[in-house]
């Protein structure tokens, strides 16, 4: 269970760690990773939140996303995190980061460094319920129309995530 975050400065250097609640009610600026998965075709793994989720619940996203534990390795915990909720491993490249915040419902806020990997899969996907709804494999050009048509299907973070990659 992932249940602290690693506290970070503007200059990402590590200040302490929060439980990860905590570090959203108060905007606490933390560590956080993105995934997005491609098949062969180009097209880009898409998941919708769980409805359960305590914020962004049933919302399109990037493959996967969490937050790294203290001491843990950002792309082994990246990886580790993509099994937990696609269960399907692949090798991870690092694609940059960003740092953004922005509030969201439930008086919660996100206020990450966002560090983002990119990677490549064509096998079977079984989502953790828990974590994902559904699933989809998405074209890059219909996935940046629908950003313009309806962004409030997506997360908050989807646009930035793919800029970076």
């Known amino acids: 269970m992932r249940n602290e975050v690693v506290l970070v400065n503007d200059n990402d250097e590590i200040t302490g760690r929060a439980p990860k609640l905590e570090a959203h009610r108060k905007g606490l600026l933390h560590r956080a990773f993105s995934v997005v998965i491609y098949n062969s075709k180009g097209e880009i793994l898409l998941q919708q939140r769980a409805f ?36 399907f491993r692949a090798p991870l490249e690092y694609a940059g980061k960003f740092h953004y915040r922005v509030a969201l419902e439930n008086d919660m806020t996100e206020h990450e460094i966002d560090y983002v990997f990119r990677g490549y899969y064509d096998g079977e996907v079984n989502p953790d319920p828990d974590e994902v709804a559904q699933y989809k494999w998405v074209s890059p050009v219909h996935l940046l129309r629908e950003l313009e048509t309806a962004p409030h299907l997506y997360t908050y973070w989807l646009p930035m995530v793919l800029k970076t990659v």
């Open 52 to 87: 359960g989720k305590y914020h962004s619940a049933g919302l399109w996203s990037n493959t996967c996303c969490s937050h790294p534990q203290p001491g843990e390795d950002i792309r082994e915990s990246a990886g580790q995190r993509l099994y937990e909720e696609m269960s």
